[in-house]
């Protein structure tokens, strides 16, 4: 039997029972910790699985930034410096990177507070993962605040890459199973993935291969 549920029925909910319900339904996500490091040198660690494809050329992800609850160290990091990672995570540090969710104030790193390491490359202003086997370097782009529900939409242009090189494919797909990078559901719970199939382009005159 299927479950119905309507506009006044979230309403109604309990807080907690709403906000993971509704965090469930957007499928499985792609969640990363981004690593920052403010000018005064203080690094600060975050997981974030609001993190969006915006396009391949130029190269950028968005990230969303929930509402100006309390202090958001990584998107004033960003704001300030303009550089920033974002680190694959993998079923060896996704415990760690959990944790790095907690309120840690300011002048606690998470990458102390959780044990993950600092690795800086190629002169890099903001500190990578040196835990994550997929690792990103961005520059910050534009940022954009949401009226809808208070959010803030983050642009940042990739500029670095660093993946292990078995990993990608003769036509440049990365393959992530072999990376062993790592999904979530909601907001706390994390998945391994398992390929059933990659398939052909599209199009309306040719039948869909297996790649």
Do not use: W
Not at 81 to 109: C, G
Not at 129 to 154: A, P, W
Request: net charge negative.
């Amino acid at each position: 039997m299927q479950k119905f549920i309507n506009t006044n029925d979230l309403i109604e909910m309990e807080k907690q029972e709403r906000v993971h319900l509704i965090n469930s339904l957007g499928g499985f996500k792609s969640v990363c910790l981004v690593g920052t490091k403010n000018k005064a040198n203080q690094t600060n660690l975050a997981i974030f699985s609001s993190i969006i494809h915006i396009g391949a050329n130029p190269a950028l992800i968005g990230i969303i930034f929930r509402p100006a609850a309390y202090e958001r160290h990584t998107l004033d990091n960003i704001l300030e410096t303009k550089f920033y990672t974002v680190n694959h995570i993998n079923e060896d540090i996704y415990m760690q990177a959990h944790q790095t969710s907690a309120r840690y104030d300011k002048v606690l790193s998470e990458f102390d507070a959780t044990g993950l390491n600092t690795e800086y490359k190629n002169d890099f202003f903001a500190p990578f993962v040196k835990e994550s086997h997929i690792q990103l370097g961005l520059n910050f782009k534009q940022k954009i605040d949401l009226e809808i529900n208070n959010t803030v939409l983050v642009i940042g242009e990739i500029i670095q890459i660093y993946f292990p090189e078995n990993c990608q494919n003769a036509d440049g797909f990365l393959d992530l199973e072999i990376a062993q990078t790592i999904t979530c559901s909601g907001l706390d719970s994390y998945h391994k993935t398992k390929k059933i199939n990659r398939l052909s382009y599209a199009k309306t005159d040719k039948v869909l291969t297996t790649i």
